[in-house]
């Protein structure tokens, strides 16, 4: 079965947004994308979901490397922008620096990074996997910086803030809870 966009079941999904920059056959180039997962951490990898429609796509595909910059909570309108048009027609970077949004040259590959992002990863390409109806370009992180800034959250098609902490239960109800586990230890 389909899960398409917008529809009420994929709309349930809470992700970070990725900003994903790359320089190849389309030049400098700058995308959003909800679909960024770390998923290994010795070593590092990170997944990005790309159509393969877009610049971002062609530009890993020649250049096998791209950067990662996790929005920050305050930086929701360069995440629109970003998902807004692509590189193929228009030059995002220029238009971004423009209305005074800032990169820095990465450090160990050829692309810009987001400026003041919540975590910038520079990436080689580990994998391309064609899966479904997007290609997922798998990361090995090769330099990363850290603003202290929170980050962004996406849910249902909008940018929120991180909510407040859920607290823990009550230490008695946690050893009640472990107790009923560890009676249902596997012989
Ligand atoms: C918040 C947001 C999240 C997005 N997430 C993804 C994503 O995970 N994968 C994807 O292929 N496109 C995603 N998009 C759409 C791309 O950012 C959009 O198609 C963009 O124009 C592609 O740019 P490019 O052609 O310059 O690479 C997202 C857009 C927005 C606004």
Redesign the pocket.
Known sequence: MDLPWGDERTKQFVTN??L?T?NGP?GH????????HHISYKPGLIA????P?????A?IENTKEFGISLCASDQNVL??I???????S?D?ISALKELGFKFYKAKKINVLMVEDAALNIECKLAKQIPIGD?TTFVGEAVETKLSGKKPLV?HAQK?WNLGENIPKPPQDELDRTNQIVEKHKKK
Do not use: L, Q
């Open positions: 947004v990725g994903i790359t389309y180039d700058i995308m959003a994308a909800e679909w960024t990005v979901c790309i159509n429609r877009d610049a971002t796509h530009n995440s629109s970003s998902g807004g048009s692509s590189g193929k228009i995002k997007h996406y940018y």
